[in-house]
């Protein structure tokens, strides 16, 4: 008998070509029926609870394929400059912020970006030491491959005019007459300032997940896979001991020299239904928006005198002869990689060290993923398929970087830049995700932005390579499901499947695209218990 039973839905099973449902049954954590109304009643237990759908859609549980769950649960607390308008909005909040700080405090978050004013500027250490003085500052750019660092936290870690030079993968950006450091830091250089950031105790981060879970289940989010820290695991295992998660985490153990870390990977669950360590987490290269993703010709507004005008690989990919051997090793330990690879000939090489463990390795049912896969060399599409490569994707970042991208890319390699249709075409699987907290973790977001390909500021960029509704559903659902290895348990609502599922405040199938993202998760279910609902 039923312990949980959803009626007068509008079910989408996500199973291919089923017709819909009108209900559901659960018993424990696992969907025990799926039919009509009246099927579904005559299957409750006396002492079963009752949803009425009242005709909303009704989807599996949705997951998010990349993003950072305790870095985004702490930025909830933290200096948001996402939306600043202008220089003096920027320097504003950072003034407003800094009034509040502890003396020795660090303020950090930022997740700002430029790009989208009327005259990008770049900012610089000279914006905001007048209004920070001895409070050291530390805002990363929005894809976090740049930071903005004031004038005391650069003397902390002991960067001036006289040095020290540029770290291999990074980029200390400098007054080109003086030397002077503007402040701007990119990719592996920011490590010279973090480094002297007090990391958040075990107990900060404990609480930072907790307001993660929450704010994703509003979301519709049942699930995620995680880029973890080293220090965030013993948080997830203190979290399932305790009984406490109510969202379901597939973790990329993200770390500079993996070698370091396969005894600390094995401490660890790979089968548990709600928190498993798959694999590593690696860096090819850094983002465009920082002009660090590494393309194989220079960038269209590269300047002149540029020291990167192609971007760069970042400092474990480079030599890539080394970093592909530990991908092997890697491999050969049965471990799942998913590795950060945003320009076209960063992507190229991964592929290629994918390639060559399928030729190393004994054959087994390989997953590796390529995260992001923002641009392409178009005879790479295919070999996605062709290799069993999963292209974990963000579509609202396609939103964001239309607005200017085409600046850095000229219109030819834009025609392979967020190549969601082209992936699909070729027989690829996508699984989506946000990338949070560098965007808004909301999946509708992601879909408007996959569905219409309209930026941030009401144009459309590259909209051959939009998708239907249904295949960007699929993307956050059975595509995730597919990426980690569950799709025997995740991705569908089918007899015997963990009865993650969300109820919907609109049917994503009918309502005009340009409105998918005012979708709202009305009741959220993970394992058959509701964790959000709206009319709580």
Do not use: C
Not at 149 to 172: M, T
Not at 315 to 329: G, L, Y
């Amino acid at each position: 008998m039923a312990d949980l039973i959803i009626v007068n839905g509008n079910v989408w099973t996500g199973v291919r070509g089923a017709a819909r449902a009108e209900a559901l049954a659960i018993t424990g954590e696992r969907l025990t029926a799926v039919g009509t109304n009246d099927a579904i009643r005559a299957l409750a237990g006396p002492d079963a609870k009752t949803i009425d759908a009242r005709g909303r859609l009704v989807l599996p549980g949705l997951t998010d394929a990349h993003l950072h769950l305790i870095g985004g649960g702490l930025q909830l607390s933290r200096i948001d400059l996402r939306d600043a308008k202008d220089r003096a909005d920027f320097v504003r909040r950072v003034a407003d912020r800094a009034k509040t700080m502890r003396p020795g405090e660090w303020m950090l978050g930022g997740r700002w970006t430029v790009d989208s004013w009327a005259d990008p500027p770049s900012p610089s250490k000279t914006w905001i030491d007048a209004v920070t003085g001895d409070t050291p500052v530390f805002l990363t750019r929005m894809d976090g491959h740049q930071a903005l660092a004031n004038g005391a936290a650069l003397k902390l870690a002991g960067i001036d005019a006289k040095g020290p030079p540029d770290p291999q993968g990074g980029v200390i950006e400098r007054d080109p007459k003086t030397g002077e450091p503007t402040g701007i830091l990119k990719d592996d250089a920011m490590n010279l300032v973090q480094s002297h950031i007090p990391q958040p105790s075990s107990q900060e981060r404990h609480e930072a997940l907790r307001a993660a879970m929450a704010h994703l289940h509003r979301l519709g989010l049942t699930g995620v896979h995680d880029m973890s820290d080293p220090d965030d695991l013993p948080v997830y295992a203190r979290a399932r001991a305790e009984g406490t998660l109510t969202l379901r985490i597939h973790s990329f153990l993200q770390a500079p020299d993996w070698s370091k870390h396969y005894d600390t990977l094995a401490k660890y669950p790979r089968d548990d239904p709600w928190w498993r360590v798959a694999g590593f987490k690696g860096y090819m290269d850094g983002s465009l928006g920082s002009r660090t993703a590494f393309m194989r010709e220079p960038f269209s507004d590269a300047a002149p005198d540029a020291k990167y005008p192609r971007g760069l690989l970042v400092d474990q990919a480079d030599p890539f002869d080394e970093f592909q051997q530990q991908i092997i090793r890697a491999d050969a330990a049965g471990l799942q990689l998913a590795v950060h690879a945003i320009g076209d000939e960063a992507n190229h090489l991964i592929l290629n060290a994918y390639e060559a463990v399928r030729r190393t390795n004994a054959p087994r049912d390989r997953r590796h993923r390529i995260e992001h896969a923002q641009h392409l060399l178009p005879d790479d599409v295919a070999r996605f398929a062709r290799l069993g490569v999963v292209a974990s994707m963000q579509p609202l970042h396609k939103a964001d970087d239309g607005r200017w991208a085409e600046r850095a890319l000229g219109p030819e390699r834009s025609l392979t830049t967020y190549a969601f249709k082209s992936l699909l075409d070729a027989g690829a699987v996508l699984a989506f995700g946000s990338d949070w907290p560098v965007v808004s973790a909301n999946p509708f977001d992601g879909i408007e932005a996959a569905v219409t390909g309209r930026t941030l500021d009401g144009r459309v960029w590259v909209p051959s390579q939009n998708i239907t509704v249904e295949q960007a559903l699929v993307a956050y659902t059975a595509g995730a499901a597919y990426a980690s290895y569950r799709e025997r348990d995740l991705g569908t609502l089918e007899i015997g499947k963990l009865a993650d599922i969300v109820i919907l405040s609109q049917n994503v199938f009918e309502v005009p695209p340009e409105h998918l993202s005012e979708t709202r998760a009305d009741v959220t279910i993970v394992g058959g218990r509701v964790v959000w609902s709206a009319g709580q």
